[in-house]
Each structure stands twice: as structure tokens, then as C-alpha cells.
């Protein structure tokens, strides 16, 4: 089982980079599922069931997504229907809207369980403990037979998420960090058979800081002044995407490797 799993999609221009991208890439290699985190998919901050829409309609099959996905109220009814393809991070209290895994059934190639998690460090939201949360869903889904249990660990600070992959060697088929919008080289699989990357990176502008335009970000850190953010919406981009390699008789990884493209 091939899985495609891609990069925060930020602002108007990750959206279209990723229809001028993805489609293409259905065609030629062989996969089987897309994910891709929307956090950031609605003019660079929250989502709206247009923008989700949209992409899905490239080729993405679930989204997850992390603390900015409340920022647009419209999105939260949707959060908890059945029809909105949307995780929330899993550790959230409970009575938040969403859901934060997801069991996706692709018939011949079986079952997969999506998990989305928040790291705690450098993040303001109250969230529970993200090891204490997987463990209680795999508890949970433990009778379950899966073909793939994949993991994004939407979280600020590297030194965790590398600590969940650690944790979850063997138990899970990948952790996959998102959140930071930097992509990392660090692309492996583990001792016991986990795939993992401490950041996908991002879908969005190539002229920009992590999306937003240089000449806003700058003074934002230089001054003490407030500056309302912009999101760049033209002019080259990146595609940042690791393919995962899964044995899903065994549910262990095979290989993960990073798909990354320039696209002008």
C-alpha cells in the first residue's frame, strides 16, 4: 500500500499548486491513498468546506489538521459531520467539535486508521497528553485488523515529535510531522518498522515566510507593533509530500521518501 501524505496546504496558491501537482502524480505511480494537512488551507489560516472541497476534488482523501483549524466558525459543524472528510487533533477535550481519528476502508487493500495528534510545547492550546491519547485509540481499536495506522503529530517543538516516534516504533506504520511548514530531511524507518519524518513542510508560497509575505514578517519581528498577516498569492511554489511504502499484511513500513517539487 502506497500512501501519499502531504504538507500543511497554505492560502489560495497551495491550493492550485497542489491541482497543477497532485493529479499528475495520481497518474503516473501507484497510490492508493492521499492525505494532507488542512489547517491552513482557507487564506492561510482555519478551512472552509469550499476550500476542503476543492482540493479534495484533486485527489486528497482526509484531511487532518491541528490548532488553527477552529479559526473559521463556519468549518465547526462540518467538523462534526460524517460527510466532511476533516480530522481534528485526538487530544482535544472531548465536548470540542471534530473527531480526531478515523477509520478509512479501501475495500481489497483493507482497512486504514488515521490519528491525528497536538504536540503540547510552545503551542498555547490546553490539550491533553498526546502519548496518553494514542494510546487510549489504539487500546480502543486494538481487536481492529489494519492494513496501515498512520499518525500526524501536529506539533511546534522537533525534540517532540521525535519522542512520538520513538514511542510508537512498531506499533503504528508512520508518524508524520506537520505544523512548522519547514520540511526535514530526516525521512526513515525505524528499527521496529515505522516510518517517520519530524516535518512534511508545505504546500504554499516559495517567496514567503512559511506563507506569509517577507515585508510583514519582518518588522513583525523587528517592532513591537501588531501587523495583520498577509499570505502570498502568486509567484513560484513549493510541494512538499513524503510517499509511504506500507506492507499491509504486516502493517510495517517499507520505505518513506520525500516527493518535493518546485513549481513555477
Known sequence: MR??????????????????VLPKLLKTAKISLVFANAENIAHGKGATTATIEEVRGY???????????FWRSEILEGLDGSDLPVLRPANYDEDVPGRGWTVIDTGKQGKVLLINLQGRILIQDDVSCPFRTVDRILKEQSNEDFSAIIVDMHAEVTSEKVALGWYLDGRVSAVVGTHTHVPTSDTWVMPKGTAYVTDIGMIGAQYSVLGVKPEIIIPFMKYPMPQRF??????????????LDIDRRSGK????????????
Open 3 to 20: 500512501i501519499l501524505f502531504l504538507g500543511d496546504i497554505v492560502a489560495r496558491l497551495g491550493r492550485e499548486t497542489t491541482g497543477k
Open 59 to 69: 485527489g486528497v482523501d482526509y484531511y487532518t489538521s491541528g490548532n488553527h483549524i
Open 230 to 243: 498577509e499570505w502570498v498569492e502568486e509567484g513560484p511554489a513549493v510541494f512538499n509530500s513524503v510517499l
Open 253 to 264: 513500513a517499507k520505505s518513506i521518501k520525500r516527493l518535493d517539487k518546485i513549481v513555477d
